[in-house]
């Protein structure tokens, strides 16, 4: 299995464009995050949702929004990027309901806002 | 607001040593404690998840130690060899949802 895939690994993108990225897992897991991690903040979430149809705000949900149409996919929408949204971004999955509280992590991508 | 604080930020030591490093938080009314291993430009993997109910949490040779009364955490690495060389994470949930995670410990063991 290929666990979490996202894409693109990296992007550059104009300030004021908008931009999805895409996160899809394939081990049926309900919950699924969004972080950005930015040196020396650490990671911080910005949206989550617990199951398909669900999202909830995280840390940091300003300037971002989630769709959870089914349980695999999980896109993060910038809809007008500014350049303090340049960051790391990570997604994840767990499944609660099965008892699996770990998160899985995709690889990331890396974006930055000119 | 839950705050993570992990200490030291950077450590190096000589392979074969044993090793702690700690995880430190605010708010004592946790659900679980993960810790982390992140390689550079990689994404994260979890090594020892901890439950409130928990007192600690052993794999291979690391161990994960739990005293939410006093907020802290150790992961213990023993007898620690050059690819034990990475950012290590922790992250706490009250909730199960919401996580908030430490800047991280970057090791470097040396041969």
């Known amino acids: 299995t290929a666990g979490i895939t996202q894409a693109p690994t990296s992007q550059i993108l104009a300030a004021g464009r908008s931009m999805t990225l895409r996160c899809t897992q394939d081990m049926r897991h309900n919950a699924m995050y969004w972080y950005r991690q930015d040196l020396g903040l650490g990671l911080r979430l910005i949206h989550y949702s617990n199951t398909a149809g669900t999202t909830g705000k995280g840390e940091v949900p300003d300037g971002y929004s989630v769709s959870r149409a089914n349980t695999d996919d999980f896109p993060l929408t910038l809809a007008s990027a500014v350049p303090s949204q340049t960051s790391v971004y990570f997604c994840?999955?767990?499944?609660?309901?099965?008892?699996?509280?770990?998160?899985?992590f995709g690889p990331g991508t890396r974006l930055t806002v000119l | 607001k839950q705050e993570v604080t992990q200490i030291p930020a950077a450590l190096s030591v000589p392979e074969g040593e044993n090793l702690v490093l700690n995880c430190s938080f605010t708010d004592s009314a946790i659900y679980n404690l993960q810790w982390f291993r992140q390689d550079p430009g990689k994404g994260l993997t979890s090594l020892l998840l901890i439950q409130s109910s928990q007192r600690e949490q052993t794999s291979g040779r690391l161990n994960a130690s739990l005293d939410k009364s006093s907020g802290r955490s150790t992961l213990y690495i023993a007898a620690s060899q050059p690819g034990d060389s990475a950012t290590y994470l922790c992250a706490v949930t009250a909730t199960g949802n919401q996580f908030y995670f430490g800047t991280g410990t970057s090791l470097t063991v040396i041969p």
């Open positions: 994840a999955s767990s499944d609660p309901h099965r008892g699996t509280d770990t998160q899985y």
